[in-house]
């Protein structure tokens, strides 16, 4: 199973910014295209960004672009997303997730099409 660790979620008044982690122990996260996902009370678990595994192009979806940033760090085998100005919407339980097929081609596909999921990391963002 390819399952990562979440870390860096918290509390967090809107407008502030929280850095989530996303690390494993088991196999290098180069060689993955990994994505994030987040799981709001009562909601289904939606797609928030991706990262290739070449040319670290990424895709972001539209409620989070421009305030959220996914990088790698090789060294460290971490995956990052940087999350700024957030709002209360942004609140949930965040989750990364990688698939041997997956390719991270302008989109993220249906959490459906991922097979292992960690705790995840949870997001509170609230005044």
């Known amino acids: 199973q390819l399952q990562l660790v979440e870390s860096g979620g918290g509390l967090v008044q809107p407008g502030g910014s929280l850095r989530l982690s996303c690390t494993t122990s088991a196999f290098t996260l180069d060689s993955h295209a990994i994505a994030w996902f987040r799981q709001a009370p009562g909601k289904e678990r939606e797609g928030v960004s991706c990262?290739?595994?070449?040319?670290?192009?990424?895709y972001y979806t539209d409620s989070v672009k421009g305030r959220f940033t996914i990088s790698r760090d090789n060294a460290k085998n971490t995956v990052y997303l940087q999350m700024n100005s957030l709002k209360p919407e942004d609140t949930g339980n965040y989750y990364c997730t990688t698939d041997r097929h997956f390719h991270c081609s302008g989109y993220v596909p249906n959490w459906i099409y991922f097979a292992s999921w960690g705790q995840g990391t949870r997001v509170t963002v609230s005044s």
């Open positions: 990262i290739s595994r070449n040319d670290g192009a990424t």
